[in-house]
RNA sequence: UGGGGCGUCGUCAAGCGGAAAGACACAGGGUUUUGGACCCUGCAUUCGGAGGUUCGAAUCCUCCCGCCCCAGCCA
């Protein structure tokens, strides 16, 4: 294997490593580097949060540093316990470590209120009894300053009385809220005077029926990264023009200030990211849940057969910046190829079966053969036997009656090579009387050609995958492909919407896939190589009784655009 | 004449005044008991556009054009 296309090489420079490095250089947070990943546990994690979680925990670990994970759970309607337990379960697996570092926004909910009393005590909140109505028309519009509320200027004292008794739990939802006094006239939307708690009386996954009131988002998550001194906040750029309240916020408090950075969320081709979308694929069951190997959450891919390091790779490989992008799948299934072609082992599966005689083979003869699971470096895991017999099964795209342009595998009075086994030749083809369709394929082999190799040294031009008949274990195997059938859903031409763009061919079951016996002692997870059609992993649903595997990746096959040139003649 | 960002190969992305990295994709060729892997080769005289500064600009200045985000008591 070559050193340069091994999954380790050197870190694409990046502007906020370049932010860092500076920081550093100016002795700026005493040589501190404190990140964090602050998901809300409203959703599954999917591959533009490992991106994330890669850059956040990736960043800590390269300066020494630490990295936290904290669930900004300030919203207990959306917000679920299972969740939670699958992001960990998630950002574990893709080998990322929060040490004793684990936290929630709502541990701070004591403190987020006094902080409140303290900028109501200094005349910079208020209590607004307008209704959400009235503050949205309040608020003024992108090009026109927002009006001042009628509740504006309140007395500190019966702010503080107001906001009490909301604690307290004597206002109906929705009926008041507190908000920051800044200026209804500014650019910035987010400065006219933003809501910093609504009441809601809902219960909690974690804090229960203690509060009444919660926190939103923006009054919120600086306060956060200041209580646990996170130095480099980092996050997307939808909050860049947020970054000016946090600023505010942090600078009245005249507490710790961390320094936010914005970067673009990941796009990628041929799905979507948003969690909205994600959930209504679950939701009206397009897809079999969060972990279905179509989706490109954290689990999917998982389910699919990707591997962590596989991640890792691609979330190193597609850099970070400020511009708008759309990464392209193939860059992904590049990565899982990358990893697995260097870590599955290889065996054989017909999943498309058509019956072989091998018409001077002794009928009840049978023969083991020695298979390398690695045969680029034999030693690596051994090998294991794989049986042959009278009767195999070959892949129905492996024969041909009028073999096309360039096609080398078998076809009538051609011989190819049965990996690992003999040199056969097609004598016979057998058809069904009524549909014409092929159903079983007479050949003979040559002993002389055991192992693969003619004593004559005559070569042959193809070699094929096979299982034999009586030994082969029955297989399902699920085929996947795109989920979107445009590159970009979001944007596709036309009015249609978003999901009108499925693709309707992405999952294919195939029931009745033939695999090599050695298969039964795979269990879930594992990933393999089925020579000559690509990466596959076992379904967690796969058991003794029944297989499943999951083709996480087809192999490239130079052989399809010969193909589509054929039929373009 | 609301505010905030961004525009470098088909797709990502380095570059930070000394003269276009790399990856994916694509196209050729070699090699091969996986039409896989591996190995070569090719692929932006040009950096959204126009001016300007400079011996020298993708990098600095000016203007213009295009794209994205913001009017939740979501995050």
């Not at 294997?1 to 920081?23: A, G, Q, Y």
């Not at 950002?91 to 409140?116: I, N, P």
């Not at 503050?135 to 300053?145: A, D, H, N, S």
Request: net charge negative; glycine share 6%; with cysteine.
């Amino acid at each position: 294997m070559n050193e340069s296309k091994k999954i380790t090489h050197d870190k694409v420079p990046n502007f906020i490593r370049s932010i860092i490095l500076e920081d550093l250089e100016m002795g700026k947070n005493e040589g501190r580097v404190h990140t964090r990943f602050p998901p809300e546990p409203n959703g599954y994690l999917h591959i533009g949060h490992a991106k994330a979680i890669c850059l956040n925990f990736g960043l800590a670990e390269e300066f020494g540093g630490l990295c936290n994970l904290r669930f900004d759970d300030t919203n207990p309607i959306k917000e679920e316990e299972a969740y939670i337990r699958a992001i960990q379960e998630d950002v574990k697996w893709l080998g990322f470590d929060w040490e004793d570092r684990l936290y929630y926004a709502s541990d701070y909910f004591d403190q987020m209120a006094d902080y409140a009393v303290q900028l109501i005590r200094a005349g910079k909140a208020y209590v607004d009894d307008m209704s959400s109505d009235e503050i949205r028309e309040y608020r003024g519009t992108l090009k026109e300053p927002g009006k001042e509320s009628l509740y504006r200027n309140r007395s500190v004292k019966e702010n503080m009385d107001l906001f009490e008794r909301m604690r307290a739990g004597e206002f109906r939802d929705g009926s008041r809220v507190l908000r920051a006094k800044i200026d209804m006239a500014s650019g910035n939307l987010n400065m006219r005077d933003p809501v910093m708690y609504r009441i809601l009386h809902a219960k909690h996954h974690r804090t229960g029926e203690k509060w009444c009131i919660y926190p939103l988002y923006d009054w919120a998550h600086g306060l956060e990264d200041s209580i646990e001194s996170i130095t480099h906040s980092i996050c997307t750029l939808e909050f860049e023009d947020h970054r000016p309240l946090y600023d505010w916020f942090l600078d009245q408090l005249n507490i710790f200030h961390p320094q936010q950075i914005e970067f673009a969320r990941l796009n990628l081709s041929f799905t979507v990211m948003s969690k909205r979308r994600l959930l209504e694929l679950v939701r009206k069951k397009v897809v079999r849940g969060w972990d279905d190997p179509r989706m490109p959450t954290i689990s999917g891919l998982r389910r699919r057969g990707y591997t962590p390091q596989s991640i890792r790779d691609f979330c190193e490989r597609i850099g970070v910046a400020k511009r708008d992008s759309v990464v392209d799948m193939a860059l992904l299934e590049h990565c899982v190829r990358n990893d697995l072609n260097q870590n599955a082992p290889r065996v054989m599966g017909v999943l498309h079966p058509l019956r072989v005689v091998i018409k001077n083979y002794p009928e009840e003869q049978v023969e083991e053969f020695d298979a390398p699971y690695f045969p680029d470096d034999p030693p690596r895991m051994g090998s294991r036997k794989v049986p042959f017999s009278r009767e195999i099964y070959i892949e129905q795209a492996d024969f041909q009656e009028n073999p096309s342009k360039k096609y080398f595998r078998l076809a009538p009075s051609r011989e190819v090579r049965l990996r690992w086994a003999y040199y056969v030749k097609c004598i016979h083809v057998v058809k069904d009387d009524k549909t014409g369709e092929i159903v079983e394929i007479h050949c003979t082999y040559d002993p002389e050609t055991k192992g693969g190799w003619a004593p004559d040294g005559r070569k042959v031009k193809g070699t094929i995958h096979w299982v034999s008949a009586s030994h082969a274990l029955e297989a399902e195997v699920h085929l996947y492909d795109h989920l979107f059938a445009v590159s970009d859903p979001d944007n596709a031409e036309g009015e249609t919407d978003w999901m009108s763009h499925l693709n309707p061919h992405s999952l294919e079951i195939l029931k009745s896939c033939m695999v090599e016996p050695s298969l039964a002692r795979a269990e879930p997870g594992n990933h393999y190589q089925f020579e000559r059609q690509g990466y596959f992993c076992v379904d967690p649903d796969s058991s003794a009784e029944k297989l499943v595997f999951n083709r996480t990746v087809s192999l490239r096959d130079s052989w399809v655009k010969i193909e589509k040139a054929n039929q373009g003649k």
